[in-house]
T-cell receptor, first 107, second 113 residues
Framework: GIQVEQSPPDLILQEGANSTLRCNFSDSVNNLQWFHQNPWGQLINLFYIPSGTKQNGRLSATTVATERYSLLYISSSQTTDSGVYFCAGQGAQKLVFGQGTRLTINP | DSGVTQTPKHLITATGQRVTLRCSPRSGDLSVYWYQQSLDQGLQFLIQYYNGEERAKGNILERFSAQQFPDLHSELNLSSLELGDSALYFC????????????FGEGSWLTVV
């Protein structure tokens, strides 16, 4: 079945710092997505990234499908970046989530 | 706003009762997914429908059922509710069955007392 593992589980940073979140996934994953769950519970899709690199403002993501991992980079962190970041892998149908990385950005 | 609409946003009900959660997918999306998020279990996949037909099933309890209607909206029925069913229930949608960006609604907070 699909397996998705994220690291680190928790990350506490000062405003302005950069961070890298990692997601390892199993062979049965065909595509990979990154989500941000804000403190109000909303799940926002950040990237659909089965392979390659994408950038959106201060966020970027890279998936190396051949090595079964993806990285999410957050630069110049802001307090509004706080929340839980999930990666999720999809096989034939269902999208399976990792356990998340809880990011806390302190002012 | 993701375009996925879920109702109700909050619901408090007693053990043993039955509730129905409703989801309207983004315009043009044919797939609907249901997820349960509780504190100790993370985001758990329940079930997926595509154009009215069940496509994938996760760890959905027998007390739970879902369906997708011809107008593509979906309902998740939870019956014989237990305290442990208290959770945030998400609906999500995508254009196809797989290989597309998936968008989530704001969720329905269910509290069973």
């Amino acid at each position: 079945g699909i397996q998705v593992e994220q690291s680190p589980p928790d990350l506490i940073l000062q405003e302005g710092a950069n961070s890298t979140l990692r997601c390892n996934f199993s062979d049965s994953v065909n595509n990979l997505q990154w989500f941000h769950q804000n403190p109000w519970g909303q799940l926002i899709n950040l990237f659909y990234i089965p392979s390659g690199t994408k950038q959106n403002g201060r966020l970027s993501a890279t998936t190396v499908a051949t090595e079964r991992y993806s990285l999410l980079y957050i630069s110049s962190s802001q307090t509004t970046d706080s929340g839980v970041y999930f990666c999720a892998g999809q096989g034939a149908q269902k999208l399976v989530f990792g356990q998340g990385t809880r990011l806390t950005i302190n002012p | 706003d993701s375009g996925v609409t879920q109702t109700p946003k909050h619901l408090i009900t007693a053990t043993g009762q039955r509730v129905t959660l409703r989801c309207s997918p983004r315009s043009g999306d044919l797939s609907v997914y249901w997820y349960q998020q509780s504190l100790d279990q993370g985001l758990q996949f329940l079930i997926q429908y595509y154009n009215g037909e069940e496509r994938a099933k996760g760890n959905i309890l027998e007390r739970f059922s879902a369906q997708q209607f011809p107008d593509l909206h979906s309902e998740l029925n939870l019956s014989s509710l237990e305290l442990g069913d208290s959770a945030l229930y998400f609906c999500a949608s995508s254009v196809g069955q797989s290989g597309n960006t998936i968008y989530f609604g704001e969720g329905s907070w269910l509290t069973v007392v």
